[in-house]
């Protein structure tokens, strides 16, 4: 039998309980190594494991769905995972590799960096929820961040629309969505953090966390509306920094479509020993 053939039918066995568009991705793949392939591969793999109900959820492709909490993966699923792509893949995978990775966006970072043979991710500007409620003044159930990445004067954030919110119950009565006030509250909080981790370090004495706060917003457009369990993906870039207001302009996406962009933020912000001089909003924007 020839080699290609014997290949194929390996493969075949392997993922016999996966998409067949999975199937002809990694015997594709096992051809080329090309590295566009490893999406399909990926959630093909993952699908084959997980629970029939969440199925749909991961046949969005959204990469911002979370293995344990949005998909129920847990350890040993995990395990079961790795040693399967890892077959199929033709890769070794460390477990030490995979310390953070959370989301499927990891996983398919990862994994391509893997095939590329290029430096893996840098995870030191990455902020899981731990970090995130550890900086922030808003905590649950106020907060609408729930990881984020620093990237130079930019930062990336997430949040899931779990649909157990409860202002949905009346936003709208049995039409859920996610107001686009709190789009902006979301922004607004990812601006916060952004000052706070990383333009904080660089002003004398710091920042008072109680005492960052919501002065201005402009060219705020909202292009749809979001539901559950939708995952906003949130960029924050600053634009301006003047000691004590900082300007940022910012978007939200959605499955890789723009809902949502805001020209102008601004936030104010004092030092621990200033004293306040007038009475001023907290940096909740709505």
């Given amino acids: 039998m020839p080699e290609s053939i014997s290949s194929e039918a390996t ?8 998409p067949e568009a999975t199937i002809k991705a990694a015997i594709e793949f096992r051809q080329t190594r090309d590295p566009s392939l490893l999406p399909v591969i990926v ?3 993952i699908e084959r494991f997980i629970e029939p109900d969440v199925r749909p959820l991961l046949r969005e492709g959204d990469a911002g769905l979370r293995l344990v909490d949005d998909l129920g993966v847990d350890s040993l699923l995990m395990v079961e995972i790795v ?5 199929v893949l033709e890769l070794s995978i460390d477990n030490e590799e995979l310390r953070n990775i959370r989301t499927i966006g990891d996983i398919q970072t990862f994994l391509d960096a893997k095939v590329r043979g290029v430096p893996l991710p840098d995870n030191q500007n ?4 731990e970090s995130i409620l550890a900086i922030m003044p808003q905590q649950p159930p106020f907060l609408f961040l729930q990881e984020a990445r620093v990237n130079g004067e930019s930062i990336e954030g997430t949040y899931r629309i779990s649909g157990d919110e409860p202002f949905l119950e009346g936003h709208f009565k049995g039409d859920p969505v996610f107001p686009g006030s709190l789009m902006l509250e ?11 981790r990383n333009v904080a370090p660089t002003i004398p004495g710091g920042i008072d966390p109680g005492k960052v706060y919501f002065v201005s917003c402009d060219g705020v457009r909202c292009h749809r509306v979001c539901r559950p369990p939708e995952t906003l993906q949130l960029v924050i870039k600053l634009k301006k920094l003047h000691a004590p207001i900082a300007q940022f302009e910012g978007w939200i996406y959605s499955q890789g479509v723009k809902v949502a962009k805001v020209e102008e933020l601004g936030l104010a912000f004092q030092q621990p020993q200033q004293q306040e ?8 924007v709505v």
Avoid: F, N
């Fill in 11 to 18: 493969i075949r066995e392997s993922l016999k309980r996966c």
């Fill in 43 to 45: 959630m093909g793999v």
């Fill in 83 to 87: 040693m399967l792509i890892e077959e």
């Fill in 126 to 129: 990455l902020l899981r929820l």
């Fill in 186 to 196: 979301a922004l607004g909080q990812l601006a916060v953090l952004y000052l706070l």
């Fill in 277 to 284: 001089a007038a009475p001023a909003e907290p940096a909740t």
